[in-house]
């Protein structure tokens, strides 16, 4: 790159605090209701599940594997409650991630490392259209899990685990290649200011096709950076299983390595976006031997030519 614009993004974010504070209040806000979600289904699943003391006492002397067997069949025997409670979920934390989502995103393209962006209207279409495409991932995936694993369990012989997983794996490699593409663009497109969602997602495009070297030098960059950041907090909590005994400060050291990781991610990713805006048509420098245009309505007066006084 003729200059280090990802480093440019990263000052960016660093003259601008604003900028990562919207970002992780958005981010945060959605992480705390996907644990109240979580909580109250569990509470809900629990409250209506009774379990005896007999019970309990039959699993503490059954093997690994009965106890799993038990458990599983236990599972599939609430049947359609579980089935209902998962769906109201994802419906309820796909409306709070594309409502908190497109009001964080619309307030982080008001500030200057990434003005001019998207309308809110526009981030509404993006977001609901990111979560469409979530969905949509998902269902296939389930319904493909499921026909395998019914046409598994047709064969008169007993299932072929090898078999099962090469049918499954290419396949949740294709979606979430499929999706990881269609999340990116996404995600780039509200830095357009555009009033319709497809063009945003057309000059994403045109941006990725036009600076294919910066924009990939950004993304392997950026990338490189979040998954040392993975790396270093992974190796922190496994030393700390090991060092720490109590399970209360355990707890409070993972939960504490958990919102620094958060954090440097957020700051990455919002770099990112810095970077990205750089590479805009309107914020890109005019080089300096660049030839003016000229005015087609002004003429160049003939040598010779009477001069007006």
Not at 8 to 24: C, M, N
Not at 267 to 289: D, T
């Amino acid at each position: 790159m003729s200059r280090n614009i990802l480093r440019e993004g990263f000052a960016e974010v660093a003259r601008d605090p604003a900028l990562l504070l919207i970002e992780i209040g958005w981010r945060w806000t959605f992480g705390a209701a996907v644990i109240v979600v979580l909580f109250a289904s569990l509470a809900f699943l629990l409250g209506s599940t009774t379990v005896s003391t007999k019970s309990l006492d039959a699993l503490a002397g059954m093997a690994a594997l009965d106890v799993a067997t038990t458990i599983a069949n236990a599972t599939i025997a609430l049947g359609l409650r579980l089935f209902g409670t998962l769906l109201i979920d994802a419906s309820v934390l796909a409306i709070c991630w594309i409502v908190l989502s497109a009001l964080g995103r619309h307030a982080t393209l008001l500030r200057p490392a990434l003005a001019p962006g998207a309308s809110q209207s526009t981030c509404f279409a993006i977001s609901t259209w990111r979560a469409l495409v979530t969905t949509v991932a998902v269902a296939i995936w389930i319904g493909v899990g499921f026909s395998v694993g019914f046409a598994a369990s047709r064969a008169p012989s007993p299932p072929n685990v090898i078999g099962i997983a090469l049918v499954l794996l290419p396949i949740l490699f294709l979606l979430v290649v499929a999706w990881s593409v269609a999340n990116w663009y996404l995600s780039l497109a509200p830095l357009f200011a555009e009033e319709r969602w497809h063009i945003s997602v057309r000059e994403a495009w045109k941006l990725a096709a036009g600076r294919s070297d910066e924009v990939l030098a950004v993304s392997i960059a950026t990338g490189v950076i979040r998954l040392a950041l993975l790396t270093a907090a992974f190796a922190a909590s496994f030393a700390l299983v090991r060092a720490v005994a109590d399970p209360r400060l355990l707890f409070a050291d993972l939960v504490a390595i958990s919102g620094l990781y958060c954090l440097s991610a957020d700051f990455v990713y919002v770099a990112r976006l810095a970077a990205y805006a750089k590479h805009r048509p309107e914020a890109l420098p005019v080089p300096e031997n660049a030839m003016p245009i000229a005015d087609p309505n002004c003429s160049e007066a003939e040598p010779g030519a009477a001069q007006p006084i």
